[in-house]
Structures are given as C-alpha cells and as structure tokens.
C-alpha cells in the first residue's frame, strides 16, 4: 500500500481539508509526493525569480497562500520514470482530475479542482490551450472566497 514520506505528509498537514481527503484518496489509486502546499510570501517569490518562473501569479494572487492552503502540486511516483515528463504528470493529473469528480458526487468533497494542466478546466490539455503550464498544481474552486471570509 503506498503512503506519505514524512516531507509529502508535512505538506498534506498544510492542506485544505477538501485537499486532504483528494490526497488521500488518490494515494490508494497512484504513488505520488506532495512537493508545495502552503507558502511563505518570500517562498513564492523566489519561484517567480527563477528561470524559467514556475509561477507566473503575485503571491496576493496565489492559492498557496492560505492557511491551510487552497493548492498543492503533486508529481506521480513510478519507479523508473521520470516524475517531471509532461507525459507522467498528464497521466497522474487525470487520475487526480477522475478522483476529485468522484469524491464531489458522493459529498466527500465541497469543491471542485482546477489544474494547472488545464487552467480553462476545458477538458482540452493540448499545448495550444494553455499559456503556462503547470502540470503538478492542484487548487480548490471556490473556496478562496470562503477562506478569506474566514480570516476576517
């Protein structure tokens, strides 16, 4: 049975409840490690500083900055693979993607995800579709509205 390294479970204790129960169930389908969830505003911009950015959005505009956070990126787990291929991460995030749908139809989820694979949530992953692509994020639809009611 797969389960979390104690980094990917530091991560998934940052997480939005939604996120967790997402994680968790895809887990049982797909080995992956959790690489981001919530993050420091100077985290977040020392990824926009690299080269190539791996994030093109302010840190007010990201969903990585609530507590608990609204977003994780995830790359698959399969020995002997590469977990960075746009191939692999396609694969894995369609899993995540087929999971997340089931678990808002029995109620185990509140929102729906949006990847950074398929920012439009269009169904359509071909290059030409997509600005920037972020194949490993993750982030809830929805729920910033309520996190920041919250915060109040």
């Known amino acids: 049975m797969n389960h979390y390294s104690r980094n990917s479970q ?18 049982q389908i797909h080995d992956h490690s959790l690489t981001q969830g919530h993050r420091t505003e100077a985290e977040h911009n020392a990824l926009l500083e690299k080269s190539p950015p791996v994030t093109t959005v302010p840190y007010s505009g990201t969903m990585h900055r609530f507590k608990p956070s609204l977003a994780v990126d995830a ?18 995030i369609g899993v995540v993607v087929g999971v997340a ?19 439009d949530s ?14 490993p ?7 910033e509205a309520e996190a920041r009611d919250q915060s109040k």
Do not use: C
């Open 10 to 27: 530091a991560v998934l204790d940052t997480l939005h409840p939604d996120l967790k129960v997402l994680m968790r169930a895809v887990l």
């Open 75 to 92: 790359i698959p787990y399969i020995p002997g693979r590469d977990p960075w291929s746009h191939e692999q991460i396609l694969y894995f």
């Open 101 to 119: 749908d089931m678990l808002l139809q029995r109620g185990e989820m509140a929102h729906r995800i949006r990847v950074g694979a398929d920012w």
């Open 122 to 135: 269009d169904n359509d992953i071909s290059k030409l579709d997509t600005t920037f692509f972020d194949g």
């Open 137 to 143: 994020h993750i982030e809830l639809v929805g729920a």
